[in-house]
């Protein structure tokens, strides 16, 4: 879900405009599934950019106090998340945590690196989702450590009806600051693309798997 239009056509200009998000529909990038990609997001970028970092703090702490009131302590999911999460928790006065892609190997094998005490009421923060999936096993890593998930927000959805029904199969609220269908209309009044490929860009979405170029 978007919080609001203002905010979402916002953040899809800022991460325009610091190349976090370059669209290529001539000539698509491929993912590590193997997906064929007319865009490519690395919100990595995000944190060296002073001004947008700044901006996208600050609405995500906006988001977490109209949607997720009762927060206690801000989760970062590694490592995209990590960076962002912890400039939120400075914001909002509030410990912070990362979950890991995969339990430690070794010492205590914590899926979750950081303190905090059973029964704390977490918000996660996610940098992108596209299936959803890394996101869903992050939130369930604080279910398993007997923390009680509020929900998840995140910088940017591609909005795909796979991670959707995933969301709500899972019952987890979620929450991001743009979306795929604002960023295209974002980019078309940036003249980042013309109006020839709206129809390419659109049909990928609905498809990702078997979209060809």
């Not at 999460?85 to 410990?95: R, T």
């Not at 007997?146 to 795909?160: D, H, M, P, R």
Request: glycine share 6%.
């Amino acid at each position: 879900m978007i919080l609001n239009d203002q905010t979402a056509i916002e953040t899809s200009k800022k991460l325009l405009q610091i190349n976090a998000i370059k669209l290529n529909p001539k000539n698509p990038f491929i993912w590590a599934s193997g997906i064929n990609s007319p865009i490519y997001c690395d919100n990595r970028l995000i944190l060296s950019e002073i001004e947008t970092r700044k901006y996208i703090c600050n609405e995500l702490c906006v988001l977490i106090n109209k949607k997720f009131k009762r927060t206690e302590v801000i989760a970062g999911v590694a490592t995209g998340a990590i960076g962002i999460g912890m400039m939120v928790a400075q914001q909002l006065n509030k410990p912070f945590i990362y979950i890991r892609s995969s339990k430690k190997q070794h010492g205590r094998k914590n899926s979750i690196e950081g303190g905090f005490i059973k029964g704390q009421k977490v918000i996660v923060i996610e940098d992108l989702i596209s299936t959803g999936m890394s996101s869903i096993k992050a939130c369930n890593s604080v279910i398993e450590n007997q923390l009680e998930l509020l929900g998840l927000v995140s910088i940017f959805t591609y909005g795909f009806n796979e991670a959707v029904n995933n969301f709500k199969n899972e019952k987890i609220i979620n929450y991001s600051l743009s979306s795929y269908d604002y960023l295209i209309k974002e980019a078309v009044n940036m003249k980042k693309i013309d109006e020839k490929e709206i129809n390419m860009l659109f049909s990928w979405k609905e498809d990702p798997k078997k979209w060809k170029f």
